[in-house]
């Protein structure tokens, strides 16, 4: 039989290191007759994180694990044991405690998030695949050890964006499978941008049909002079392709962030809805990075606008957070805009920053109004601080919120 490489003095690979890992000798023998047994198959939920461990580790052996059916305890031996209920064990939401012995391997959490992260931390407990590993293997020996882990951040994050640059659903999933293997929760996708406006709005298809699309694309960093590569660009998410990634994700227990930008990096929207500008235009999406001078003009058009947006907006996502992006808006345009100028008269605003401010404040009110929580980059500090939106830095994002 195969086992992972350790000893009771070793450190076990595996990331992230779990609060308390104690080794001991032996090893638990994984054939492909070892049940996956629960502590009530009448859970549904339950019954899924079965099923998904009978994949992880039948793929081991080449031979999916059989979920048993009858209620499985603390005493059911020969068995990979999913029991959730940890009285007593104080581990949290999305805590575990993984005890692999000779006679069982039990896992046990308060929740079901918890027996999920606890069966990635089993995956990796398994020999690494690779070239000199026989497939399919007759059986393995998963090392004995005890693991108790709860994680030290409630978020936990990554970002992709594909505004600039669309992946396929394909992908977005694979990246989504990567985070909850090593236990992140959050999924922060970025829809929109200057170059591209990536989510299907239906009340607004121009969004996708005149935003989606760029004329080319710079090639490499030739800002000046420009090079672009002379091929059009256009791609976008349907709404059915969105609720497919959430669903997906949900089931691996990662929420995903929206972020929608506003009222910078709003190019792609202005060249579909030039009115929604505090100038004429024309306006084209951009084919070079960089921040653009062109933002949304704080219009009751715009807000209406904005609202319709976001209102599709989280019909797809029932996370906690929207994010609204916020960084990154030039003031010139708001400068030389009279109906600009009218507002931060009327509202009694200092300047143009106060007036972002305001603008961020109108948006977060109709987030609130929907049971959402505002989210965006350090920028909605820029004139005072929205009262209830929370802020993500750029600087520390090892720490995600902050």
Not at 102 to 112: E, G, K, Y
Not at 184 to 194: G, I, R, V
Not at 230 to 253: F, K, M, S
Not at 291 to 298: H, R, S, T
Request: charged share 20%; proline share 7%.
């Amino acid at each position: 039989m195969l086992t992972a490489e350790t000893a009771p003095s070793a450190v076990l690979p595996l990331i992230p290191t779990p609060q308390r890992i104690a080794p001991h000798t032996g090893s638990f023998p994984l054939t492909p007759r070892t049940p996956v047994a629960l502590s009530d198959p009448n859970d549904a939920e339950l019954r899924a994180l079965g099923a998904r461990a009978a994949r992880y580790l039948g793929a081991a052996l080449g031979s999916e694990l059989d979920v048993v059916e009858s209620p499985a305890t603390h005493e059911t031996s020969g068995a990979v044991v999913l029991l959730l209920g940890a009285a007593g064990m104080n581990l949290g939401a999305e805590g575990y405690r993984l005890a692999v012995g000779p006679a069982r391997i039990q896992l046990v959490a308060a929740t079901h998030a918890g027996l999920f992260y606890g069966l990635q931390t089993l995956r990796q407990l398994l020999p690494a695949a690779g070239p000199n590993l026989p497939a399919p293997l007759g059986s393995l020996a998963i090392p004995s050890v005890e693991i108790e882990d709860r994680p030290r951040f409630s978020y936990r994050g990554m970002h992709l964006d594909v505004g600039r640059h669309h992946f396929p659903v394909a992908f977005v999933k694979r990246y989504i499978d990567i985070l909850a293997a090593y236990k992140f929760n959050t999924f922060h996708w970025h829809l929109t941008e200057d170059q591209g406006w990536r989510i299907e709005i239906r009340k607004y298809p121009r969004l996708t049909a005149v935003g989606g699309c760029r004329a080319e694309t710079m090639l490499e960093k030739n800002f000046d002079p420009y090079v672009g590569d002379g091929v059009p660009y256009c791609a976008y998410y349907t709404q059915d392709e969105i609720r497919e990634v959430v669903e997906y994700a949900r089931a691996r227990y990662v929420t995903v962030i929206p972020e929608i930008e506003m009222p910078g990096h709003s190019v792609a929207a202005l060249a579909a809805y030039p009115e929604l500008a505090c100038t004429e235009g024309p306006f084209e999406v951009a084919t070079v990075w960089g921040v653009k001078q062109d933002i949304y003009c704080p219009s009751e058009e715009t807000f209406a606008f904005l609202e319709d947006v976001l209102t599709e907006v989280m019909e797809l996502f029932p996370s906690r957070y929207i994010h609204i992006g916020g960084d990154e808006a030039p003031k010139a345009r708001w400068e030389e805009s009279e109906l600009a100028q009218e507002v931060m008269r009327r509202e009694g605003l200092a300047d143009e920053h106060e007036l972002q401010s305001y603008f961020i404040r109108r948006i977060e009110r109709l987030l609130l109004a929907s049971g959402r929580r505002l989210i965006g980059w350090d920028e909605v500090l820029d004139g005072g601080l929205a009262p209830e939106a929370t802020v993500m830095s750029w600087r520390g994002m090892d720490g995600g919120i902050e």
